[in-house]
């Protein structure tokens, strides 16, 4: 899909309905309205740091879209969107920011991994996943995320030879938005694409528009049908983050307006509307119904979000699979201490 809206109708995939079309529209919406609120919130004190994914919505709503329902989620921590799609309710996404551990419990058998932090580390984890399935002769792929800096880090390269050689069902989707905070894409790597990296690890590489969002779909696809035979793909996005990396940083201190703005033209949701209106399958009432619906869905997640009350116990929890005798030591004097009753 180009620009304009415009699909070349011999690569649409056949199994995309006009109405799945509509439906990543919307989920595009809702991934960039919450990003909206949640920038909005941190900026007054209300939730903590953040990493926006504007201008990211195709590659992920495109990328999720495909996997089927037994599909496990393996991502970084840009990837807000697949936990909302995949069922995590409103009020857990913005528990989750406000720094509370309770919001990353989604309902049961929830798809999607926790996040990570440390560039890299989910990729031998999500292989690992993988192998398991694949031990476990369970039908699901792994999907799992990554960025262009991530690619550099040595966990990616060793996931990815391991993934190799264990033919495991793994997708591996880089999310190439063009800068690693302020290191761009050039200085990252002489590799002339980061899909080619998959090469040496005996993997097929593939690269596509990850503005567009049918683009994405069909390769993501078409790759997890491969993955679940044993034929691990990679998939390079190609994107731009037009937001900050994260609530910490400021982008106009190492690149210019004039990208950003070029970058602005190939916004992946405004090309989705132009596709559906020429279809005339949505117009101006619609998108006005939408964007009411969706801020009433978030304001009642923050709501709820900030009326919650932690366990303060809870803070013991998650670490270890049992309590460590120093831990208990430490929990039991905080809970004599009562020192969270202020
Ligand atoms: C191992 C490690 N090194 C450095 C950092 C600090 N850091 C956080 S995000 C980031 C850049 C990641 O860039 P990229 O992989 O392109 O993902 P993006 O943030 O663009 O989505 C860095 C250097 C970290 N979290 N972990
Ligand atoms: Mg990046």
Redesign the pocket.
Known sequence: MDEEGNVDAALMPKDLTDELIVKMYRDMSLARAFDAKALSLQRQGRIVTY?PTLG?EATQIGSCMAMRENDLFVP???QHSLYLLKGLPMEKMFISLRGYEDGSKGPKDFKVFPVV?????QVPHAVGLAYAQKYKKSNAVVVSY????????G?FNEGINFAGVWKVPLVMVI???????S?PRKN?TAAVTLAQKAFAAGLKGLQVDGNDVIAVYKAVSDAAKLAATGDPQVIECVTY?LGL??TSDDPLKYRSAEETEEWKKKDPLVRVRKYLAKKGLWDDSMEQKMADEYRALIDDGVAKAEAFKPDPNSMFENIYSYIPETLKDEEDDAIASNYWQV
């Open positions: 990493a990211q970084n921590f840009r932090v440390p560039v890299g580390s990554v960025g262009d800096g991530g690619t550099s880090e966990d999310e190439n938005n063009q800068w690693a905070i290191i990252q983050r990396h994260t």
